[in-house]
């Protein structure tokens, strides 16, 4: 399963400082999957997706709303009028 290779990069990631500081900072998809693959570790673009839908899955009620407010408001933005 290629999720286990994404929790085995993050957790290689970790280790090694340069690593870790690029992953701190804003990446497309495509250079996630880079650095995964440089590395040496078979990410997929759906590892990644699995990943996130595994994170919001352990929030509680209460942060799942405050995240859907803050999405809500990031599209006021983009509708006229």
Same mark, same amino acid.
């Given at each position: 399963?290629? @999720? ?11 280790? =090694?400082? #340069? @690593?870790?500081?690029?992953? =701190? +900072? $804003? /990446? +497309?998809?495509?250079? /996630?999957? +880079? /650095?995964? #693959? #440089? %590395?040496?570790?078979?990410? /997929?673009?759906?590892?990644? !997706?699995? &990943?996130?839908?595994? %994170? %919001? ?5 209460? +942060?799942?709303? =405050? =995240? &859907?407010? @803050? ?7 983009? !509708? $006229?009028?």
């Amino acid at each position: 399963m290629s @999720l286990q290779q994404l929790d085995a990069f993050l957790a290689h990631a970790r280790e =090694r400082p #340069a @690593l870790a500081q690029r992953l =701190r +900072e $804003p /990446l +497309e998809l495509p250079e /996630l999957l +880079e /650095l995964a #693959a #440089a %590395e040496g570790f078979a990410v /997929l673009e759906d590892d990644v !997706i699995a &990943a996130q839908v595994r %994170e %919001e899955q352990r929030l509680d009620a209460t +942060e799942l709303q =405050r =995240r &859907a407010g @803050l999405d809500a408001r990031r599209l006021r933005t983009f !509708i $006229p009028g």
